[in-house]
């Protein structure tokens, strides 16, 4: 049988090659290349773009506009605090995923368990902030915004217009993101997802 | 400068290398590949140490972080993977033709084992390394009974595509 047979030789493997203690302390100062390591990282490069970019737009509203219209400052730091929970959760769900010291079965079990919670949690939030950020913006425009102002004084604009508006609005845009979403979200992670089911199933197997 | 648990950590590495190094030979495609694994595994080994309190065997700890480091990297597959004939299994040392022959078909089976899945892969190796089913159980998580079926049809599986590696399919 020549498995046996290459199992004789397979423990002569400790007599070869060695790793230097050097080139094992320069291999612990480099980063992970695993793809949560990498996830992880991505997330927290754009959670700070978000961040920079959302404190540059409200600095920059309130020096511009003198104070003016409080309330879209306000605005953009309420959509800024929506992104920050958004990030706390991915990263919560991130580090949840991996369990390296776990049995081999149970870990991928939790990694895709995890990253289907994760997919769904992408899609869903992604295309909810569409409609939000659309009612969040009407109102603001429908109460504050001069122009709005000038004409609701010359003529009665009923809210149920107004209503109708923000749902055709919002509807027109979150269709296409959804599934512009979708279609990323797999691009993304389908790949990984379909690959660590398929392993987990093969694993199930006969169990 | 090394702090006392990173010189720990690496006296602990070097000691059971051989299990990193089996690992990278089993699931890198290419030279490159299994360096970036090694790296890897180490990286990850470093990041576990701190935890490891020594419930479970050094060696069922090591598997188990070399073991998932591999497999749930899932880099993508390339077409062509060459499994390499480990540097630790003699080559050119068969004079006779009967040496030769069990040289090329120990290469077969090694080529073979190439093919296999990842899940396979790792059932084998825990085999050549001559570790139980319960010891199996313990790293890969897959049940007693379900081990032997599997590895009965690994064995299976391994002759046919020897064979198949045999006439070039």
């Known amino acids: ?207 | 400068m090394t702090t006392r648990t990173e010189q720990d950590f690496l006296l602990l590495v070097q000691e059971h290398q051989g299990i990193i190094r089996k690992v990278c030979h089993l699931y890198g495609r290419n030279d490159a590949d299994r360096d970036d694994l090694y790296q890897e595994i180490v990286i990850q080994l470093w990041k576990a140490f701190g935890s490891f309190r020594g419930d479970a065997k050094i060696s069922t700890w090591m598997y188990r972080i070399a073991l998932n480091t591999a497999i749930s990297n899932l880099r993508k597959q390339s077409r062509k993977v060459t499994l390499s004939f480990p540097e630790f299994i003699p080559k050119d040392e068969a004079e006779t033709y009967e040496e030769k022959l069990k040289e090329e078909k120990l290469q077969q089976m090694y080529a073979a084992i190439g093919r296999l899945t990842e899940v396979e892969k790792a059932i084998v190796m825990l085999y050549l390394e001559d570790k139980s089913y319960d010891e199996m159980e313990e790293i890969l998580g897959i049940g007693n009974g379900a081990l032997r079926v599997k590895m009965n049809r690994i064995k299976e599986k391994l002759r046919s595509l020897t064979k198949a590696e045999a006439y070039g399919t």
């Not at chain 1, 773009?49 to 104070?67: H, R």
């Not at chain 1, 000038?150 to 269709?175: C, D, E, M, N, W």
């Open chain 1, 1 to 207: 049988m020549e498995l046996d047979q290459l199992k004789e030789m397979w423990g002569k493997v400790d007599s070869s090659t060695q790793t230097s203690e050097q080139e094992l302390q320069a291999m612990l100062q480099k980063k992970s290349k695993s793809p949560i390591a990498k996830m992880k990282r991505n997330l927290t490069i754009e959670m700070w773009v978000v961040v920079v970019l959302y404190l540059w737009i409200i600095i920059d509203y309130i020096i511009s506009f003198k104070g003016l219209i409080l309330m879209i400052p306000l605005l953009f730091f309420l959509i800024g605090v929506g992104f920050i929970v958004y990030y706390i959760r991915k990263r919560k769900l991130l580090h949840q995923m991996e369990c390296v010291t776990c049995e081999v079965k149970s870990n991928l079990q939790q990694q895709l368990q995890i990253l289907e919670k994760y997919i769904r949690f992408y899609l869903l939030a992604g295309t909810a902030l569409v409609p939000i950020t659309i009612i969040l913006m009407c109102t603001v425009l429908f109460f504050y915004a001069p122009e709005v102002q000038q004409v609701r004084a010359k003529q009665s604009v009923p809210y149920g217009y107004f209503l109708l508006a923000i749902v055709i609005i919002s509807v027109i845009l979150t269709v296409p993101v959804y599934f512009l979403n979708k279609w990323y979200v797999r691009k993304l992670y389908g790949q990984h997802a379909e690959k660590l089911k398929q392993i987990v199933n093969e694993m199930n197997e006969e169990e």
